[in-house]
T-cell receptor, first 113, second 115 residues
Framework: QQQVKQSPQSLIVQKGGISIINCAYE??????FPWYQQFPGKGPALLIA?????SEKKEGRFTISFNKSAKQFSLHIMDSQPGDSATYFC????????????FGGGTRLMVKP | GAVVSQHPSRVICKSGTSVKIECRSL??????MFWYRQFPKQSLMLMAT?????????EQGVEKDKFLINHASLTLSTLTVTSAHPEDSSFYIC???????????FGPGTRLTVL
């Protein structure tokens, strides 16, 4: 049972454009929603995270939008750059379960110069 | 920021041998460490969770006798792949979490190739 569904699987964006990646979850007990960025051959790096008590969080060019009623959250990358080309994973966890992360399937982003 | 290291970064071994991978939290005490496995172009799959000083909790389908995990201290966890076979070839990644934190910080990963 895939508890976190991520789309699209791949995304091509022109430099300067907006990259949007969406995730949907099933377990309403999840209370922490991070996004990770992974470059080939490297471990994931925490990009930005949100808790369900806010609907949006922005850090630089990266914004998470959170819709609790729809059980959906998304990552927006503004002014996308070729250096943003990587695989992005959304995840979800719940504090009373040891914060074990459930990952989405990943989105391979390519930003064309 | 919190830094997690892994050693080795890459290992090639013969079928039937055992391989040990170390995961260290360099600047914080990791009360919980996680081990993941990632196949090419796929997501991370949690293998096991370990808390310092206690036995690891393995996910369903992960053989605990094949993937031995030891979390001996608050800064070190090891994963030993015993009697490795070619199907064990994968990218193994650890993560660590400090007490009271929600965030997990990931290591750079270890590429295991079993010939």
């Amino acid at each position: 049972q895939q508890q976190v569904k991520q789309s699209p699987q791949s995304l091509i964006v022109q430099k300067g454009g907006i990259s949007i990646i969406n995730c949907a979850y099933e377990n309403t007990a999840f209370d922490y929603f991070p996004w990770y960025q992974q470059f080939p051959g490297k471990g994931p790096a925490l990009l930005i995270a949100i808790r369900p008590d806010v609907s949006e969080k922005k850090e630089g060019r990266f914004t998470i939008s959170f819709n609790k009623s729809a059980k959906q959250f998304s990552l927006h990358i503004m002014d996308s750059q070729p250096g943003d080309s990587a695989t992005y994973f959304c995840a979800a966890s719940k504090r009373n379960a040891g914060n074990m992360l459930t990952f989405g399937g990943g989105t391979r982003l390519m930003v064309k110069p | 920021g919190a830094v997690v290291s892994q050693h080795p970064s890459r290992v090639i071994c013969k079928s039937g041998t055992s391989v040990k991978i170390e995961c260290r939290s360099l600047d914080f005490q990791a009360t919980t460490m996680f081990w993941y496995r990632q196949f090419p172009k796929q997501s991370l799959m949690l293998m096991a969770t370990s808390n310092e000083g206690s036995k690891a909790t393995y996910e369903q389908g992960v053989e605990k006798d094949k993937f031995l995990i030891n979390h001996a201290s608050l800064t070190l966890s090891t994963l030993t792949v015993t009697s490795a076979h070619p199907e064990d070839s994968s990218f193994y990644i650890c993560s660590a979490r400090g007490g009271g934190w929600d965030e997990q910080f990931f290591g750079p990963g270890t590429r295991l190739t079993v010939l």
